[in-house]
């Protein structure tokens, strides 16, 4: 058998949790006898793609003398080695010992080895790349057997070039089914660490989220004790230029451009603090940049946007600031929204002229 027939390095696995040591069957269920495993679909692609390419080779073959020339038993044992692949993850095992033991008859009925090696291969590459320990130790045990049966009834006479094509076939079926099987595992920690991440991220903004909420809840118990003129501290067009004057103190370039805008003393307080909190995340996390400030009316609601300018900006983390803020717009019966765009980053909220009641 020759090691220029060996195509297993290039095969991939789909991706999934990997078997445990010692698994039999990764693709047979727990309580389910092994023939009842379902094939992969990549896996029956791969088999009757084989199959095709193993039968036309076997049946061109010229046959020569000490061998039987190419016929229908041939041809037959091909098919069937070939096919054997497509339990090549969901039984590894079973289609090892299908291809195994056709190398052995193939060599018995006197026909040359040709292409009904190939599916032998594949196979025990299947088992490195899915299977457990014993798995593997079984396969390699099966190998054994086939090329013990190909050297016994071979009717040609067994080279050191032979043997040289057949050991280096066994280490590129054996370590690179270990190295996809390796490569999985070590995605499947990336992907755990990356999912766990996520959760931890979820559950802190979610903390972050009911901490905001009591938060405003005790702001606004508090501000319906006040009166009016608590409410609307430094709100108003007076209190976004003063804003924006305290920024232009630190060295950074703001353009300010607020239209005359009716809100009730809650919007307006609303307004002032996003505001406020996008100006100082934008002096926080950049140097350089202009910012720009417009508040608006369009139809019947106040438009509310502060623009830093710059490149590279990434998706903001949830953090207290940007959940407080989207809880302002939302208890007003606004929106808001942040995040990077063409040209910079965007803070965007939304409030309406007559802001919801009982939010």
Known sequence: MSSAMVASDVLSVPPGPLPREGAASPGARPGHPLWRARPYRADVWLAIGLAVA?????????????????????????????????????????????????????????????????????????????????????????????????????????????????????????????????????????????????????????????????????????????????MVLQAGAQGLAALADRIRATGREVDLDAEPVDLSAGSERVLYRIVREALTNAVRHTDTGRIRVRVSRVADQIRVEVFNEGAGFASPVPGRGLIGMRERARLEGGSFEAGPVEGGFRVLATLPTHPATGS
């Open 54 to 230: 193993t039968i036309t080779v076997t049946l061109v073959s010229s046959g020569r003398a000490p061998y039987h020339p190419p016929d229908a038993v041939t041809a037959a044992l091909a098919t069937v080695s070939a096919l054997a692949l497509a339990w090549r993850q969901a039984a590894p095992l079973a289609a090892m010992a299908v291809t195994s033991t056709i190398v052995a008859v193939n060599a018995a009925a006197g026909y040359a080895v040709v292409a009904v090696q190939w599916p032998a291969w594949l196979a025990l590459f299947g088992c490195f790349s899915v299977g457990g320990r014993g798995v593997r130790i079984a396969s390699t045990a099966l190998c054994v057997m086939a090329v013990g049966g190909y050297a016994l009834f071979d009717r040609g006479a067994l080279t050191v070039e032979d043997m040289a094509g057949i050991t280096m076939s066994f280490l590129i079926a054996t370590v690179g089914g270990d190295a996809a099987r390796s490569r999985r595992a070590v995605a499947a920690a990336q992907h755990a660490q990356v999912r766990g991440e996520a959760r931890e991220q979820a559950l802190a903004a979610e903390r972050l989220l009911h901490e905001e909420r009591g938060r405003l809840a005790g702001e606004l118990h508090d501000a319906l004790g006040h009166t009016v003129n608590v």
